[in-house]
């Protein structure tokens, strides 16, 4: 098992989950896609955590991201844990969970942890491009509940900056200035952000977001 990394691409695989079978390429298409594990079923923080994700469909469709959830349960602990998050967060699940008893999915996504468990999958988070390569990876302990508004915030990011010379600075949220990367000369800088931009250091210059009008 090799350990996956930013910039690798994500490895395809085929999964029976709670709205059939899929091929994880087929299913993501030409769109970007979330990957995220949890340890077992029926547990008390991944249970908020998935219905949390089902009130974000909007968010997610808005930005061309499709979901996909995992744990090492079996389909009809799926089904009856589905039931659970409904009724306890007042939503609709609304994306596929893999079933995933046989961890052949966490292996290949090195999502087993043996310092934590010999069984578990660790929580971990892939969000995968569409040129299917890994953008970004979190893993998160058992007792700390996902910020999907922080990662929102981060496909806004990479979405902005897969098409334009610029970074996101710390803390940024969408709308707000963006950093010019060093490699763009000043010159090249006035052709690229008409809207113009200030220079603070010849290495750090903001200009406002660039896909916005």
């Not at 659970?84 to 942890?113: C, G, R, W």
């Amino acid at each position: 098992m090799s350990t996956l990394r930013l910039g690798d691409i994500a490895p395809n695989f085929q999964a029976e989950t709670t709205e059939g079978i899929i091929d994880l390429y087929e299913f993501l298409g030409d769109g970007w896609g979330i990957l995220f594990s949890h340890p077992a079923d029926y547990t008390p923080v991944c249970t908020t955590e998935l219905g949390t994700v089902a009130k974000y469909k909007d968010e997610f469709e808005k930005r061309n991201v499709k979901v996909l959830a995992l744990s090492v349960d079996g389909l009809e602990s799926h089904k009856g844990w589905v039931k659970d998050i409904n009724e306890t967060q007042s939503t609709e699940v609304n994306f596929p969970i893999i079933a995933d008893e046989e961890k052949k999915i966490s292996e290949l996504y090195d999502m087993l942890h043996p310092n934590a468990s010999l069984t578990a999958t660790v929580r971990s988070v892939y969000i995968i491009g569409p040129d299917k390569m890994i953008k970004l990876i979190i893993t998160y302990p058992a007792s700390t509940g996902r910020n999907f508004d922080e990662l929102i915030r981060v496909i806004d990011s990479l979405q902005l900056t897969a098409y334009y010379k610029v970074a996101t600075p710390a803390n940024w949220k969408y709308g707000e200035e963006v950093v010019i990367t060093p490699a763009v000369s000043n010159e090249e800088a006035d052709q690229l952000f008409p809207k113009g931009y200030k220079e603070i250091k010849s290495y750090l210059r903001l200009t406002p977001q660039p896909n916005l009008n």
